[in-house]
């Protein structure tokens, strides 16, 4: 079984920046697409980005794109979102997931694993 912990997320204000982490274990999953998800209250849960094995290939929801980065280290078993120039509307928990294949997803019924979420909150 896989477990994933989230960490980074906390208060900053509009502009700011934060860096999430997520750690993996239970068993290396350098091959599967990482990710991140988020939810905001009275929202539903959506896609925010994805990244492959290698690191080698990105995608991006487009109301992050060109402010958010995903990054990974296999080697630690952990993957980065960079959040640059935040906004209020950025406000959300922010889940992180990992899917057991090579091919990445917007929908959140295709990833295997969920961490408990962590929570990011953007004063304007």
């Known amino acids: 079984q896989v477990q994933l912990v989230e960490s980074g997320g906390g208060l900053v204000q509009a502009g700011g920046s934060l860096r999430l982490s997520c750690a993996a274990s239970?068993?290396?999953?350098?091959?599967?697409?990482r990710g991140w998800f988020r939810q905001a209250p009275g929202k539903e849960r959506e896609f925010v980005a994805a990244?492959?094995?290698?690191?080698?290939?990105?995608y991006y929801a487009d109301s992050v794109k060109g402010r958010f980065t995903i990054s990974r280290d296999n080697a630690k078993n952990t993957v980065y979102l960079q959040m640059n120039s935040l906004k209020p509307e950025d406000t959300a928990v922010y889940y992180c997931?990992?899917?057991?294949?090579?091919?990445?997803?917007?929908?959140?019924?295709?990833?295997?694993?969920w961490g408990q979420g962590t929570q990011v909150t953007v004063s304007s």
């Open positions: 239970g068993r290396t999953i350098s091959n599967y697409v």
């Open positions: 997931v990992a899917r057991s294949s090579s091919y990445y997803s917007t929908q959140s019924r295709h990833y295997n694993y």
């Open positions: 990244i492959n094995w290698s690191g080698g290939t990105t």
